[in-house]
């Protein structure tokens, strides 16, 4: 696949992070980045200083294109933040034009421009649209783009209800864009969210962007039937902890544990945190609350125990090499003995590459559509 991104007659080297031979065959941008960049460019080029935000740039193309033009980028992925670094500087792009913000974070006021990639989740979605509700001006330029199949009614109904009058283009490359003229008023927020998880008394806290985020994945429901029992005082990582439920769950029943909760979701974090200071307060001290890709940032040999319920995408793309890097790196992490606990659909071949990775794994039940495997590290 060609990583060479061709846009205002400059070329951009570009790739998705985590590098792979998986991920250098995926492309780092679509065709809804070159019609945002068609619209900004030209205003840019015509008029100086204008206050820049963009949103939902997921491997940093549209950043990239910016070149040294000084801009904001939101991102609810730390991965995201990762992937604009490192391709601003393969193209020797200045990392001091680009202010990066958090999904949990408020936006900057006084915006001129708004550049937004439309995610999947139309929750998240409206949340970010309440976000720039609370801050943008009547005259401030909001261009949205994604494939022309999502553009329905529906989704220009909530740029309606969250900002203001909204138009959509016609399709070119498969891909539409999306103008919207905010009324200038703030809108409340409607997430965070609660909900009951009645069978295990727990009260869970979710983010707009945090998967299964108004019901209990029935992966994980599976898992917390089968959490491991601990040895007194063990540090365990809820890796990709999403609202936290596992590590919740394991710290109510085996309150002498010690947890680290790490996503690469700013919002799966902070729901965790919520989670945990909810229902387990005086269990705080306990937990440690990590954005991160996947345990880069956990020392060497020094977990007890990782729990996990691996995705098998990035964004639209299928794909396991998340799940892998997973196992890589619960092996380097974990101690000589400690083992890696997931769940996991039946038709994903993670039996054999645990046992490959880890020296063996162990069948701890199934059900008709889930696995839940165990591997201990070799001593």
């Given at each position: 696949m060609n990583t060479i991104f061709t846009v205002a007659d400059k070329q951009l080297q570009l790739d998705r992070l985590p590098l792979g031979q998986s991920n250098r065959s995926l492309q780092a941008w679509d065709a809804a980045d070159e019609l945002l960049l068609q619209q900004a460019l030209p205003l840019l080029n015509e008029r100086a200083g204008l206050k820049v935000l963009v949103m939902h740039d997921l491997f940093g193309a549209l950043s990239c294109a910016l070149g040294d033009y000084p801009h904001s980028q939101q991102n609810d992925s730390v991965l995201s933040q990762q992937a604009t670094v490192y391709n601003r500087q393969q193209n020797g792009l200045s990392a001091d034009s680009v202010c990066f913000i958090d999904s949990v974070t408020a936006l900057p006021a006084d915006l001129d421009l708004v550049l937004l990639k439309v995610p999947n989740n139309h929750g998240y979605l409206r949340f970010m649209l309440q976000q720039l509700s609370q801050v943008v001006r009547p005259d401030t330029l909001i261009i949205a783009a994604a494939k022309a199949k999502d553009i329905h009614k529906n989704l220009l109904a909530i740029f309606e209800q969250e900002l203001g009058p909204t138009q959509a283009s016609l399709a070119q490359k498969k891909c539409r864009t999306i103008h919207c003229s905010p009324r200038g008023e703030a809108r409340a927020f409607t997430y965070p969210i609660q909900w009951e998880l009645p069978d295990y008394q727990l009260t869970l806290v979710n983010h707009a962007n945090v998967f299964a985020k108004e019901q209990l994945d029935i992966g994980a429901r599976f898992l917390l039937e089968h959490l491991p029992m601990l040895d007194a005082g063990a540090l365990v990582a809820d890796l990709g902890c999403g609202n936290g439920v596992l590590g919740l769950a394991l710290l109510k029943q085996q309150p002498e544990a010690k947890v680290i909760f790490t996503d690469d979701s700013y919002m799966a974090v902070e729901s965790s945190k919520a989670s945990v200071e909810l229902n387990a307060a005086e269990l705080m001290s306990q937990c440690e609350f990590r954005t991160d890709d996947c345990l880069a940032g956990q020392a060497d040999q020094s977990l007890d125990y990782v729990i996990c319920n691996p995705p098998f995408h990035q964004q639209q793309a299928v794909t396991e090499h998340i799940a892998w890097q997973?196992?890589?790196?619960?092996?380097?992490?974990?101690?000589?003995?400690?083992?890696?606990?997931?769940?996991?659909?039946?038709?994903?071949?993670?039996?054999?590459?645990?046992?490959?990775?880890l020296g063996g794994c162990r069948h701890i039940a199934s059900n008709n559509k889930f696995v839940i495997l165990e591997s201990t590290k070799r001593k």
């Open positions: 997973m196992f890589n790196d619960a092996k380097r992490c974990l101690k000589a003995g400690g083992k890696l606990r997931i769940v996991a659909n039946r038709h994903l071949p993670y039996y054999e590459k645990m046992t490959v990775l």
